[in-house]
């Protein structure tokens, strides 16, 4: 909640921003239908606002949806995620304060620790896995000296060692299910492949798939995915409720729902109506009259309270001929646009001004932009840019979260039925 701002206009009936509108929309109809079931239990996978410190208007929205389960009853788990974080690493202010003013109900997991929580239809176990960087464990004695591959394996090696302490606490009689703010090395990226790159490590999914977990709640990728296709466990991310920007324009968004019982889950993708992306690409080049071409390729589409990106290549003795008026007018029904023209140059392609020396261009920013100016690489560029990501991730910083000793109240073991999760 608070990001995709510039997709949005100000809504002068409530004074707020219709992007933020649309994420506090989307999150109401997943809480309405935890309350419809009812649920059991409701698990949040992390990253609710961009950063540690949302203004407090982006908060209040967040904690009123989420105070209908409290009201409901409706135990709920909060994993802190990279954007809750301080950029320092120092923890997940921005959600521990539902932990700090006692919430009833809420459990709030920024650390790698299980909660015992009994629901209306039997305990259930969460270990939950926050999400982990590495700048803590490089500055230790320890990795003097080491590759970053070196330094990589120690840091799954320890997740592992903390993974195996929690299991080993584990009731075997009760159902279990790891819930993580994680990159897993199988995953297909979206939006969080420029936000991430360099602030994480990847982990194996081979940590996940083990009989002692009965489902794999992720969170991290915007996009929804299920990595263990025999379903034994469950690995699932949900994806985010709402599109964040055009790199998310043909993802179908939603939420998970859960039948959970011991050795078992039934899992279902439901998909919510978020806002509509729609990218309107034409090539005038070669047309005599390019503003009808245009105005045509637009009318071909239903742009109807969309966010609309048009982008056209043109030639240089072809600007006299655009009407940007018209275009303008022609787009009125989005719910917002952009329009990106592209001159075509018919000599040597010219330095990409953005990538000039005296800019300071993040790496991943500076490749895609180098690629989208580059048509002949596109049958490349995506395993290019995933290439690129994987060396920058495996370069950079990042803290390691110890795991907690010490577990909430053991409960009785799970005997009434299946749980509900959302």
Known sequence: MGSGFSHGKLNPETGLNTRLEDFVNTLSKCIDQALAEPVDLVLFGGDAFPDATPPPY??????????????????TVLLVGNHDQHSQGQGGASLCIYRTLGVPGFVVGDRITTHRIQTRNGAVQIITVPWLTRSTLLARPETEGLSLAEVNDILIERLRTALEGEIRRLDPEVPTVLLGHLMIDTANLGAERLLAVGKGFTMPLSLLTRPCFDYVALGHVHRHQNLNKSNDPPVIYPGSIERVDFGEEKEEKGYIKVSLERGKADWEFCPLPARVFRTIKVDVT?????????????????????????????????????????????????????????????????????????????????????????????????????????????????????????TDQQPAANTQGQLRLL
């Open 58 to 75: 982006v908060q209040e929205k967040f904690a009123s949806q989420f105070r209908r389960l409290v009201d409901a009853q409706i135990p």
């Open 286 to 406: 070669e047309e005599r009259d390019p503003q009808e071409k245009l105005i045509k390729a637009i009318a071909k589409h239903n742009i109807e309270e969309a966010v609309v990106r048009l982008i056209y290549q043109l030639r240089s003795e072809q600007i006299d001929q655009i009407d940007s008026a018209a275009i303008h007018r022609a787009l009125n029904q989005a719910h917002s646009y952009t329009i990106q023209p592209e001159l075509v140059s018919q000599l040597a392609r010219p330095r990409l001004p953005e990538l000039g020396a005296s800019s300071a261009t993040d790496p991943m920013e500076a490749l895609t932009t180098y690629l989208n100016n580059r048509p002949d690489l596109k049958d490349i560029s995506a395993p290019m840019l995933e290439a690129a990501h994987r060396l920058l991730a495996a370069d950079t910083e990042p803290i390691w979260l110890d795991a907690a000793s010490k």
